[in-house]
């Protein structure tokens, strides 16, 4: 009889939960649960995953040992001063986990010290002892799993990491297939926009998948800079198809096969390279190597265009070579990590990385939440005679505080049941079964059976909360130690203790601004629009004039507001109440944030365009028009960012179009006047280049203002419980 | 004098029972003015709800568990 994964896991989470137990009661260590939370909270999918969790927790809880050590030492005397600190030091981490990495270290580093803190505080005396004994049952715990998921029933991400990759590669050449299918006016929009979506979660999956396998994979680990460098270039591919992708509308009435005579070899060598990198991916040598390619214009009936669809062209041409490049970078990183060698040197796309360092408003705002609650709890503790949980309370009510300031969408009532079921599964057994048992023996069959059904019953990947839940109350009720009491008291103020953490989590979730989906969409909308607004401001700085550094911070900062806030628009969408909203759909909110996307997009373009050299001859003709037509943008944007709901379709894109019917005209009159050589080849397609991002910006706003006309927008504003 | 309630021995303070279903009473009256679109009308619903949570404990305590 062969198991099944989900048993094999659920045996070894037991098994290492029995072992930690029996060897913390036999060294007589106080506090054996803390090596029991330490097994349930590493025992993950893969070793990979579980060594990697546990590296960030051991790590995270020697760093803030020494800090609890150290605020116990400077505010001994000082309860205030000692919760300021201690305080602002959880905020901070709370902070840092917001990140893009190692977001459970910093996790880590914030609840562990406030156990200790907290377990230590009253008496510090014992406070070296209670963090050294904190520090040593998390190791004894990862130590334990770590040992059982290595030697028994090993799963490595090898496997699901192979096939996440393949996964990724195959999606995005049939979502390349497609955007050219659908730039030659043939091909389903529909189908690209469901590649899009999946595209996206093979994306997060395969960043996660590399994570593990570099930890439990030698051969992964190995080449793990490459790895690296493929997962950054998937995204700029990613990127890339859909900058590509916005361009179509300003495309439709154009014969592509005429204006680019070799567009059909150049996409077929594009999904050529991409079939070829999924033999390499499927460990099979490629048939051929990649053939640099430019694009060849029929310059003849590019001439008879008008100006703008020059724009467009050149724009679209332009992603198109930056395609080819990236594809190609990819397809000699892939060759190298495979060994099948490189045709030619790396083309390098990789951008340069930006590290300064920019606050993000929604992580301050949940650092703030935070420190906030932490202090409700102190003064609860302080001022409430008889807390249920006296210190732990505190203790308790921090990793939810922090987890869901990392969350802020998710709702407390998610809680309640697990927390219910958990808290009464677990008196259950502390109450009636626990107390007949007389040696390790039977205390060990114990622990391993109730461990084994709460990681078989729970083993999917949503049921993740319940089987935490399970694992973490029983491990709290019960308090296994040698000196084994029982009370009723334990369970009843543990259970009581839910009930006001939930209070505090609704208390904070209010302050400083309620987290209502539909409020919070709006603000991040107004949000959008002003740093939209700021950028294009930038436009006008002249490229020689001295930039100081607040300057380029006031930038940066836009910039990232650019970039991140549709993600962040994506994550609250689901949350919105569509049925106490009955004019708006899911769809709707969902085009919204498509059209913020491509907005990002054209505006990132534009900020990349500024940088490139002008004909001085144009700039002094146009200035004062392109001029006219930014500033128009502006006043838009500003107008937006006071209402994100003001935009109307028709009124933009009348606007639009007579902007672009009288710049039309302007360039023709320019050019014509221009003398011979006083415009070259690269002037053009700067020029063009220049004048078709500006197009695409305010072609996406036109798209907006589409999006947003369906949705009842006063429905959103009125204030609901 | 207050009333204890006392279940199975274990004896459970009146204010907690009170306040339990002050609270259940509260976000019943909320979802209802949630349906009939009254609550458009509060400038701050979460602090209305708190006030919802009080009157209905004192409510509870007067007419059903004194404390």
Aim: aromatic letters at 10%.
């Amino acid at each position: 009889m062969t198991l099944s994964t989900r048993s094999k896991e659920a045996i070894k989470t037991a098994l290492a939960m029995t072992i930690a137990y029996a060897i913390s009661l036999w060294m007589g260590w106080d506090k054996p649960y803390w090596a029991g939370f330490a097994v349930a909270v590493i025992s993950l999918a893969t070793t990979g995953q579980s060594l990697n969790k546990g590296a960030m927790r051991m790590l995270g809880t020697l760093v803030t040992t020494v800090i609890a050590l150290i605020l116990i030492a400077l505010f001994a005397q000082d309860r205030w001063l000692f919760m300021l600190f201690l305080s602002l030091y959880v905020g901070f981490c709370t902070y840092m986990m917001g990140g893009a990495k190692d977001q459970y270290f910093w996790h880590v580093c914030g609840f562990v010290c406030v156990v200790i803190c907290m377990a230590a505080g009253p008496d510090s005396k014992e406070a070296f002892e209670t963090a050294m004994m904190r520090a040593q049952e998390t190791g004894l715990g990862i130590l334990v799993y770590s040992l059982v998921s290595i030697l028994i029933w090993p799963i490595t991400s090898r496997a699901d990491f192979d096939a996440a990759a393949c996964e990724l590669l195959s999606t995005q050449k049939q979502l390349c297939r497609s955007y050219l299918d659908l730039m030659r006016g043939d091909g389903n929009p529909g189908d690209a926009q469901a590649l899009r979506a999946q595209e996206v979660q093979q994306q997060t999956r395969f960043g996660q998948l590399l994570d593990s396998a570099e930890t439990d994979t030698y051969e992964v680990r190995e080449m793990r800079q490459q790895w690296r460098r493929y997962r950054s270039q998937t995204e700029e591919l990613t990127e890339t198809m859909e900058r590509w992708h916005e361009s179509f509308a300003e495309l439709k009435a154009l014969d592509l096969s005429l204006l680019l005579p070799n567009l059909a070899p150049f996409g077929a060598e594009l999904d050529e390279r991409l079939a070829q990198m999924g033999r390499m991916l499927a460990n099979q040598a490629p048939e051929r190597q990649p053939a640099v390619m430019d694009l060849t214009l029929n310059a003849a009936e590019i001439g008879a265009l008008s100006h703008f669809h020059k724009a467009a062209l050149a724009v679209t041409c332009s992603r198109l070579q930056h395609l080819e490049l990236l594809t190609r970078s990819l397809f000699d990183n892939l060759s190298g990590i495979k060994g099948f060698g490189q045709s030619i040197p790396e083309a390098d796309s990789a951008r340069p990385l930006d590290v300064r360092f920019v606050p993000d408003p929604d992580r301050l705002v949940g650092a703030v939440r935070v420190i906030l609650s932490m202090w409700l709890a102190y003064l609860a503790l302080i001022y409430v005679n008889g807390m249920p949980g006296g210190a732990g309370f505190v203790s308790m009510a921090v990793p939810f505080v922090m987890a869901f300031a990392t969350m802020p969408q998710a709702s407390v009532s998610l809680l309640f049941v697990p927390a219910a079921v958990s808290v009464l599964f677990a008196g259950l057994v502390y109450i009636f079964v626990m107390p007949q048992l007389s040696s390790f023996m039977g205390l060990g069959l114990l622990i391993f059976g109730v461990i084994f059904a709460i990681c078989y019953l729970f083993a999917a990947p949503r049921q993740a909360l319940g089987r935490t839940f399970g694992l973490a109350m029983f491990v709290t009720i019960a308090s296994i130690t040698n000196e084994q009491t029982y009370s009723f008291l334990k369970v009843a103020n543990t259970a009581l203790m839910f009930p006001l953490m939930f209070l505090l989590m609704a208390i904070t979730a209010n302050v400083p601004f309620p987290l209502r989906p539909e409020r919070v969409f709006l603000r991040l909308l107004g949000r959008f629009f002003r740093s939209c607004d700021f950028l294009m401001s930038t436009m006008h700085w002249d490229p020689q004039r001295p930039v100081t550094r607040l300057d380029r911070w006031r930038d940066a900062f836009h910039a990232r507001e650019v970039s991140t806030l549709p993600r962040k628009l994506l994550a609250w969408a689901p949350h919105i109440d569509t049925k106490a909203l009955p004019s708006t759909s899911p769809q709707q909110v969902q085009a919204v944030v498509t059209s913020l996307q491509g907005l990002t997009y054209r505006v990132k373009e534009l900020l990349e365009e500024r940088g490139n050299p002008q004909a001085q001859f144009l700039a002094q003709e146009l200035q004062a028009d392109v001029r006219a037509w930014r500033l128009k943008v502006q006043e838009t944007l500003k107008r937006l960012s006071v209402d994100p709901t003001a935009g109307d379709r028709e009124a933009f894109r009348t606007k639009l179009d007579g902007i672009l019917g009288h710049l039309e005209a302007r360039i023709k009159g320019v050019l014509d006047q221009a003398s011979e050589g006083l415009f070259s080849d690269g002037d053009g397609e700067n020029f063009y280049r220049l004048l078709g991002v500006y197009r695409g910006v305010s072609e996406a706003l036109v798209n907006y203002a589409g999006s947003i006309g369906p949705i009842d927008w006063e429905q959103w504003r009125e204030e609901r419980f | 004098m207050p009333h204890e309630f006392a279940i199975g021995g274990v004896y459970v303070p009146p204010l907690l029972v009170a306040s339990v279903l002050g609270t259940i009473a509260a976000a019943v009256t909320a979802r209802l003015l949630n349906r009939v679109r009254l609550s458009r009308y509060f400038f701050y619903p979460p602090a209305v709800f708190l006030a919802l949570m009080i009157i209905y404990t004192v409510l509870f305590d007067t007419l059903l568990i004194p404390f």
